[in-house]
């Protein structure tokens, strides 16, 4: 027992005197390449954790970079355009997409947008989002470009989007372009096909309106069946004429090459015109039409022709929809420090929450309560609304409450109105 007793002593002790040289000797090494690295010698102790420390670093840059080619990847699958860019508008990142967008061999990191597209429109609006810190949108027709063999873009539509960055990403912005020239030369063969029949249907529809008049007038001892054939007639005809003009204003907001005759008016008479256009509607009706506005009646820069049309549909709106007596319309403008909001609203039935989303499309009538017998509206009332107030720059609004109030607001920028 002795004998083992002093075997595993012997055997304990070469073990500890094993680690110890062992100890010396890395010891020795770590200082070694402490003096090495100029740290000094007791400082030696710390170089494993430091050691520990950078591998998990490189362990985690390499993570980040495994973790950056797959969004690189995934990013070079979708259709769309993708660039980031720093404060100064140069690019840090490009994806492969826009390569084929802007028919490029290469997207050259490091260098300034505009040396990239070519076209100012789209670093003009990089540049707005960033200044004005927030989302930003637009359709642009790229502009002609002799730089460059084979990468002329001039006539082709881009929808672009823009947003700045955050800063403890490095600040900058990211862009988003998609070519959309397809669908935007289909849009317009629409307009101009739209803008062409009309045209072509206004003339032999006034001839066939007129020789109904004339034939109303020599009616006298025509029979009842016929009378009221006539007036059907004048009444439908009536009506496809309102639709044709309907469809030529829209077709004159939608093209980019009609300008607006922009020019300052009184809104309270231009309301107020629009409401006496109207009277005949108001005969024997139970309807107040009520105008709040300043002292002046406020001035706005803008197309008088489209606000007399404004108006005069969002009034004729009401009129229609509302039948019942105690209606009271209320068309109201507030001049702001930067913008001018213009409201007209009713106390009648309203509008239904799930056709709020559709009333300013055309040939939209959410409507199913009036009679069979009754000529009902264009559809395009409210969609000439919106297209002319967004002509002007502004936006237009609806809420509504049914059987409380409805109202329609209408918000001008600042350059476009004039307290």
């Known amino acids: 027992m002795t004998s083992l007793s002093f075997f595993l002593a012997l055997l304990l002790g070469i073990c500890l005197f094993a680690w110890a040289r062992r100890e010396k000797y890395w010891t020795k090494r770590w200082e070694s390449v402490a003096k090495s690295l100029g740290m000094k010698a007791r400082d030696a102790e710390l170089l494993p ?91 642009i027709q790229m502009l ?41 030369m289909t849009e317009q063969i629409r307009r ?34 016929m009378k009221r054939s006539l007036d059907v007639m004048e009444k439908h005809g009536k009506r496809i004429a309102r639709i044709i003009e309907d469809m030529l204003a829209i077709s004159r907001l939608e093209d980019a090459s009609s300008t607006l005759n922009m020019e300052p008016f009184n809104v309270r008479d231009c309301a107020r015109d629009a409401a006496d256009h109207l009277a005949p509607m108001l005969e024997g009706r139970d309807t107040r039409i009520e105008f709040h506005f300043p002292k002046d009646g406020g001035l706005l820069t803008g197309d008088r022709f489209y606000w007399d049309q404004i108006f005069t549909n969002l009034i004729e709106n009401s009129l229609k929809e509302n039948t019942k007596p105690g209606l009271v319309i209320r068309v109201s403008g507030e001049w702001q420090d930067k913008s001018c909001v213009l409201k007209v609203s009713d106390n009648g039935i309203g509008i239904p929450a799930h056709d709020l989303p559709f009333v300013f499309k055309r040939f939209y009538r959410g409507n199913k309560h009036h009679s069979s017998t009754q000529v009902k509206g264009t559809g395009l009332g409210l969609s000439i609304v919106r297209r002319a107030v967004e002509a002007h720059g502004g936006k237009v609004e609806l809420a509504s409450s049914p059987g409380i109030e409805t109202t329609f607001t209408m918000t001008l920028p600042l350059q476009h109105t004039k307290a």
């Open 192 to 225: 101009d096909f739209v803008a062409n029949a009309s045209h072509e249907l206004r003339t032999p529809l006034t001839l066939i309106n007129g020789y109904i008049e004339m034939l109303q007038e020599d009616a006298g001892k025509a029979s009842p069946v």
């Open 49 to 139: 954790t430091h050691a520990t420390a950078v591998l998990n670093a490189r362990l985690h840059a390499e993570q980040q970079a495994e973790q950056r080619r797959v969004f690189e990847s995934l990013l070079d699958e979708i259709s769309q355009g993708l660039v980031l860019v720093d404060a100064n508008l140069r690019i840090r990142y490009a994806n492969a997409p826009l390569k084929k967008l802007l028919h490029r061999h290469e997207i050259h990191a490091g260098r300034s947008l505009m040396e990239e597209v070519r076209d100012h429109q789209i670093s003009d609006l990089v540049q707005e989002a960033m200044q004005e810190k927030r989302h930003a949108t637009r359709r």
């Open 144 to 184: 002609p470009s002799d730089v460059g063999a084979g990468s002329n873009l001039g006539g082709r539509y881009f929808n672009a989007e823009a947003a700045p960055l955050a800063a403890d990403v490095g600040g900058g912005a990211w862009l988003m372009i998609q070519d959309v020239t397809e669908s935007a």
